[in-house]
């Protein structure tokens, strides 16, 4: 059974900066892209950023390129979103994803973790 569980969220000033973690399991987690997704309230999911397996390409939305990091390391089963530069318009739940073809095509998701900014 596929598992993807992440960690990390929580309240945040303006321009603070959080590390999220979501933690894998039930797959060759090496083996798969892996993107973040994110969903503010009312509106729908909106894809983030992606990792190709080995972690060497990385790709951002125009939205947190420059302020956000994304990485992995397949030795502990482990993709992270490091988040600089917090804006509020980045409060929403974020969604770790196994992807397939693209890396806005989600396969599984992860139950997410709430990331809320404050002025």
């Known amino acids: 059974e596929v598992q993807l569980v992440e960690s990390g969220g929580g309240l945040v000033q303006s321009g603070g900066s959080l590390r999220l973690s979501c933690a894998a399991s039930g797959f060759t987690f090496g083996t798969y892209d892996m993107s973040w997704f994110r969903q503010a309230p009312g509106k729908g999911p909106e894809w983030v950023s992606g990792?190709?397996?080995?972690?060497?390409?990385?790709y951002y939305s125009n939205s947190v390129k420059g302020r956000f990091t994304i990485s992995r390391d397949n030795a502990k089963n482990t993709l992270y979103l490091q988040m600089n530069s917090l804006k509020l318009a980045d409060t929403a739940g974020y969604y770790c994803?196994?992807?397939?073809?693209?890396?806005?095509?989600?396969?599984?998701w992860g139950q997410g973790t709430q990331v809320t900014g404050s002025s």
């Open positions: 990792i190709n397996r080995g972690g060497g390409r990385t």
């Open positions: 994803a196994k992807v397939i073809d693209t890396l806005c095509s989600p396969d599984e």
